[in-house]
């Protein structure tokens, strides 16, 4: 069962242009919300994380949207370059019981490729 | 500068074999998870641990194991190789209370003919 469900499974942006990717989940009890960026050929690395608390996060050229009443949150690149060619996976983080330990809920990614 | 490395970075290795994939980390980090990307499929949690002699089965745990015996390491093995379980596997390590931020390692390309 899917909890944390991403669109679109690709994604081709022209030079320059603006990359949005979205995710949606269903469940109330996530306390994070993670995006990881993956190169071919190398493992996820933490791109950008915002709190349910938070409208809006923005790291350079990339921000996160966070919507907790439609429960949906995106990424956007903007003046997206041929190096953010990559697959973006969303994630939601939960606490598993009273303690600290926590587990992420992955989307499944989005193949992005931006042409030059 | 700390980091988490697996070996090996590709395996071939026949049905029915076992095989161990090894992940180690200096970043004395209290979680490691193990998961296997799969085109279509996304990171697929196998089995993480909180710390040492604790683990925990994830999603698609079965016909894998591991052992949590020190804080560096989380080993996978697989019992007994299938085709199912070709895939890319990937090792990764956060602090307590922090594991929405994961630290994960190059990968290890495994084929089971």
């Known amino acids: 069962q899917q909890q944390v469900k991403q669109s679109p499974q690709s994604l081709i942006v022209q030079k320059g242009g603006i990359s949005i990717i979205n995710c949606a989940y269903e469940n109330t009890a996530f306390d994070y919300f993670p995006w990881y960026q993956q190169f071919p050929g190398k493992g996820p690395a933490l791109l950008i994380a915002i709190r349910p608390d938070v409208s809006e996060k923005k790291e350079g050229r990339f921000t996160i949207s966070f919507n907790k009443s439609a429960k949906q949150f995106s990424l956007h690149i903007m003046d997206s370059q041929p190096g953010d060619s990559a697959t973006y996976f969303c994630a939601a983080d939960r606490t598993l019981n009273a303690g600290n330990n926590r587990k992420l809920i992955w989307g499944l990614g989005t193949s992005l490729a931006v042409n030059p | 500068d700390a980091e988490i490395t697996q070996s090996p970075r590709h395996k071939i290795t026949e049905t029915g074999r076992q095989v161990t994939l090894a992940c180690h980390q200096t970043w004395n980090h209290n979680n490691m998870f193990w998961y296997r990307q799969d085109l279509g499929h996304g990171l697929r949690l196998i089995h993480y641990?909180?710390?040492?002699?604790?683990?925990n089965k994830g999603e698609v745990s079965d016909g894998y194991s591991v052992s949590r015996s020190n804080t560096e390491d989380l080993p996978l093995t697989l019992e007994s190789a299938a085709s199912s379980q070709t895939s890319v596997y990937f090792c990764a390590s956060s602090e307590s209370g922090a594991s929405y931020e994961q630290y994960f390692g190059p990968g290890t390309r495994l084929t089971v003919t």
């Open positions: 641990s909180y710390g040492v002699q604790d683990t």
